[in-house]
């Protein structure tokens, strides 16, 4: 899991197209960093075009799988600091 970590840190400093291909292709295996980091990615548009929809798909998504980081952080927030309603989707 560490490897997966140093690799999601990596790409998050300096994210290009193969790079986040290897994040959306580890969420979709379901591993639920993954999810959260590309939910980071969109939020503040690191690498990528800031795209609130997905930022919260990946979050939901990243929690889904089991990451409490990223269920933690869908309670805290409660939608305003990523501005998407998290009651209307999934």
């Known amino acids: 899991m560490k490897v997966i970590y140093i690799l999601i840190v990596i790409i998050t400093i300096n994210t290009n197209a193969s790079e986040l291909m290897i994040l ?3 969420c979709n295996n ?26 919260k798909y990946y979050l939901v998504e990243s929690c889904d799988y089991g990451y409490k980081q990223a269920c933690a952080t869908i309670s805290d927030i409660n939608s305003t ?4 309603d998290f009651n209307k989707t999934k």
């Not at 379901?30 to 503040?44: H, R, V």
């Not at 600091?81 to 998407?84: D, H, K, L, T, W």
């Open 24 to 26: 959306k292709k580890a």
């Open 30 to 55: 379901k591993i639920s960093e993954a999810c959260f980091e590309l939910s980071i990615l969109y939020k503040n548009g690191l690498g990528v075009d800031k795209n609130q929809t997905l930022a």
């Open 81 to 84: 600091s990523y501005n998407i």
